[in-house]
């Protein structure tokens, strides 16, 4: 319990849940889908990725949003290409991302020497 105590803070979880009730105003269910689809597409594995960096938590937030955007893109469009399926190449590269992440996050590095 602990562990999962530092990662989700009540105040994130508190904006998370404003974010999800401003859409909901606003879009209806259309937009909580939007918005825990953008959460868990781009920002989670990054933010899973870059956990080990030793750089504040507000830095991870910021920068798992803009390398999310930035590289899912990306990917989802060169597997479009190769496919042709829009739709198989979301799945895919989501896929492909979070393994990618949990590779990184789950990886022991050793210390470089000093």
Do not use: C, H, Q
Request: zero cysteines; charged letters at 20%.
């Amino acid at each position: 319990m602990d562990k999962l105590n530092k990662y989700l803070k009540w105040e994130y979880i508190a904006f998370i849940a404003i974010l999800l009730v401003f859409s909901y105003g606003l879009f209806g269910f259309t937009g909580i889908k939007f918005l825990l689809g953008f959460i868990f597409i781009f920002f989670v594995p990054y933010y899973l990725i870059l956990d080990k960096l030793d750089i504040s938590k507000e830095e991870k937030i910021i920068f798992a949003f803009i390398i999310g955007i930035g590289t899912t893109v990306i990917v989802v469009y060169y597997i479009a290409f190769l496919l042709g399926s829009l739709k198989t190449s979301i799945l895919i590269s989501t896929i492909i991302i979070y393994a990618l992440a949990l590779v990184f996050k789950f990886r022991k590095y050793k210390k470089a020497a000093e």
